[in-house]
């Protein structure tokens, strides 16, 4: 039998048995429609490859143990110093395995961009408005892996037991023991005892390489079906409606692309770990108790958190023979407080406006303005708090006294913001208004022209219909969107030639 025959034979068995033809044939032709933003969740698919890729290859040479040895490695100046086998199987790692600093180097740039990746992702969605109707649930499996990648940044950062991850360390058990009532039994059960205890690089090694990389793997599947089960949201444009998809088919236009831009980010990655160095653990040293690292900060994307406590005042109030630590309780109430908002945003707008349609095209963000000036005023709270957690670096940098930067922070936390959404919904407005000037009288060409009675006037050009439908569309009414068959995919290129592929789109 030839070997096309055999072929043949091995597709029927596999059909027969998984319906590997009939799922090829309705979800390979899935169309996707071609824009530039649509590329950032696939920016965070991909740093999370690489991301469990590296960290498989780590968890052959490190040992999640808090054990006091005594190095002698390719390490000089810390050979004879006492330290944990966490932290010298990361020297061993950095200096002594072959590309082990360029893999460990690439591990954590490449949670940096995923992180970065997925708020930026989020944001695009915020500002399009692709989280209505029907999408509410994916957007909180969105939400749950930002979320979850928070504290998996946070339990991968602590893992080496350096001076610096050490200190972040201290600053989680400060937070627990400020939780009234239980504080302490939760700093004690998760330490394992007194502070730094002597399991907890082991019980956050088990959450970082096993639990929470599997629930959002399992999140990143249900994220990805949920994607082809609504079909994708696009850009309002001539011929795209409520119940179609213009685009290139899944197989072989855009796998082809994803996989060329796997590998573009994969590089960019690997240029990045060789190049840049990242959390050179040499330097800090062991972890010791009674040592804190001069200029501590943590990763990016939880400065916001420590910023919330700089700049708190150190406020304690004591009741029935209780202190209350204020000055901590409150930023760590008010920390998932900042994201629980963003989690629940959908639903609070469904609520505030009414609308219970079914939504597949996306908004420009002038024409939601009070949303855009919401989301731009929450990134501005977010910087001026990420500014807050490094308050003794900017007051090093400019030469100012640290008071003064702490109370700029505090003032800019209430004052940004609010003049942020200002300006940013006035800037829509204005942009929005400018858009109803094009639609009425057209674009300026340039040319003057003299009227018969001697005035001086601009000839104006009419636009043209493509550019005409996107600058209304968000005033013509919404279509009903059904659930049956005329909903349609127009795969292939976008021009003359569009195929049509019925059933839902991807």
């Given at each position: 039998?030839?070997?096309?025959?055999?072929?043949?034979?091995?597709?029927?068995?596999?059909?027969?048995?998984?319906?590997?033809?009939?799922?090829?044939?309705?979800y390979l032709r899935k169309v996707f429609p071609d824009h530039w933003s649509f590329l950032l969740g696939e920016i965070c698919l991909y740093s999370f490859v690489v991301l469990v890729l590296t960290g498989a290859y780590l968890t052959l040479f490190f040992h999640p143990s808090m054990n006091e040895v005594v190095y002698d490695g390719s390490y000089t100046p810390l050979n004879g110093v006492r330290m944990s086998e966490a932290y010298a199987s990361t020297l061993d790692i950095s200096f002594d395995?072959?590309?082990?600093?360029?893999?460990?180097?690439?591990?954590?740039?490449?949670?940096?961009?995923?992180?970065?990746?997925?708020?930026?992702?989020?944001?695009?969605?915020?500002?399009?408005?692709?989280?209505?109707k029907p999408r509410e649930v994916n957007w909180l499996f969105g939400w749950l892996l930002l979320f979850l990648g928070l504290f998996e940044g946070?339990?991968?950062?602590?893992?080496?037991?350096?001076?610096?991850?050490?200190?972040?360390?201290?600053?989680?058990?400060?937070?627990?023991?400020?939780?009234?009532?239980?504080?302490?039994?939760?700093?004690?059960?998760?330490?394992?005892?007194?502070?730094?205890?002597?399991?907890?690089?082991?019980?956050?090694?088990?959450?970082?390489?096993?639990?929470?990389?599997?629930?959002?793997?399992?999140?990143?599947?249900?994220?990805?079906?949920?994607?082809?089960?609504?079909?994708?949201?696009?850009?309002?444009?001539?011929?795209?409606?409520?119940?179609?998809?213009?685009?290139?088919?899944?197989?072989?236009?855009?796998?082809?692309?994803?996989?060329?831009?796997?590998?573009?980010?994969?590089?960019?990655?690997?240029?990045?770990?060789?190049?840049?160095?990242?959390?050179?653990?040499?330097?800090?040293?062991?972890?010791?108790?009674?040592?804190?690292?001069?200029?501590?900060?943590?990763?990016?994307?939880?400065?916001?958190?420590?910023?919330?406590?700089?700049?708190?005042?150190?406020?304690?109030?004591t009741l029935w023979g209780h202190t209350l630590v204020l000055g901590v309780l409150i930023p760590i109430v008010v920390f998932p407080l900042l994201l629980v908002f963003i989690g629940v945003y959908p639903f609070l707008e469904a609520r505030f406006t009414g609308d219970r349609h079914e939504h597949h095209l996306l908004d420009r963000p002038r024409d939601r303005p009070v949303r855009t000036a919401i989301g731009a005023a929450w990134i501005s709270l977010y910087?001026?708090?990420?500014?807050?957690?490094?308050?003794?670096?900017?007051?090093?940098?400019?030469?100012?006294?640290?008071?003064?930067?702490?109370?700029?922070?505090?003032?800019?936390?209430?004052?940004?913001?609010?003049?942020?959404?200002?300006?940013?919904r006035r800037i829509c407005l204005g942009l929005r208004e400018r858009d109803r000037e094009l639609v009425a009288h057209g674009r300026p060409t340039g040319v003057i022209k003299r009227l018969p009675h001697g005035e001086y006037v601009e000839v104006h050009e009419p636009l043209d219909p493509a550019r005409l439908h996107t600058l209304t569309a968000h005033e013509r009414p919404g279509e009903p969107v059904g659930h049956g068959p005329s909903r349609r995919a127009v795969a292939g290129p976008l021009r003359s030639g569009r195929g049509r592929t019925p059933g839902r789109s991807g």
């Open positions: 039998m030839s070997a096309a025959g055999r072929g043949e034979r091995l597709a029927d068995w596999f059909d027969g048995r998984l319906g590997t033809h009939t799922l090829g044939r309705k395995v072959r590309g082990g600093l360029l893999i460990r180097q690439l591990h954590h740039w490449a949670a940096l961009v995923f992180v970065a990746g997925m708020l930026t992702h989020m944001m695009r969605h915020f500002f399009t408005g692709s989280f209505r946070l339990f991968g950062y602590s893992l080496p037991d350096d001076l610096l991850s050490g200190t972040g360390l201290r600053f989680v058990h400060g937070a627990l023991l400020s939780v009234p009532i239980v504080g302490t039994y939760l700093a004690m059960f998760l330490f394992g005892g007194e502070f730094p205890g002597d399991d907890i690089v082991a019980r956050f090694y088990a959450l970082h390489v096993l639990l929470i990389p599997g629930v959002m793997a399992a999140l990143i599947v249900l994220h990805l079906l949920l994607v082809v089960y609504h079909k994708h949201t696009q850009f309002a444009g001539p011929g795209r409606t409520e119940r179609n998809v213009v685009g290139a088919p899944f197989m072989p236009v855009y796998l082809a692309k994803a996989g060329g831009f796997f590998f573009l980010v994969s590089g960019v990655l690997a240029l990045m770990a060789a190049v840049a160095t990242i959390n050179p653990v040499w330097s800090y040293g062991p972890y010791r108790a009674d040592q804190v690292s001069t200029g501590a900060q943590p990763d990016w994307y939880l400065g916001f958190a420590e910023g919330l406590v700089r700049i708190m005042p150190g406020w304690e109030i910087l001026v708090l990420l500014a807050g957690g490094g308050n003794d670096i900017a007051a090093t940098r400019f030469h100012l006294s640290i008071n003064t930067v702490t109370w700029a922070v505090r003032i800019g936390m209430f004052a940004v913001p609010a003049a942020v959404f200002v300006v940013t």
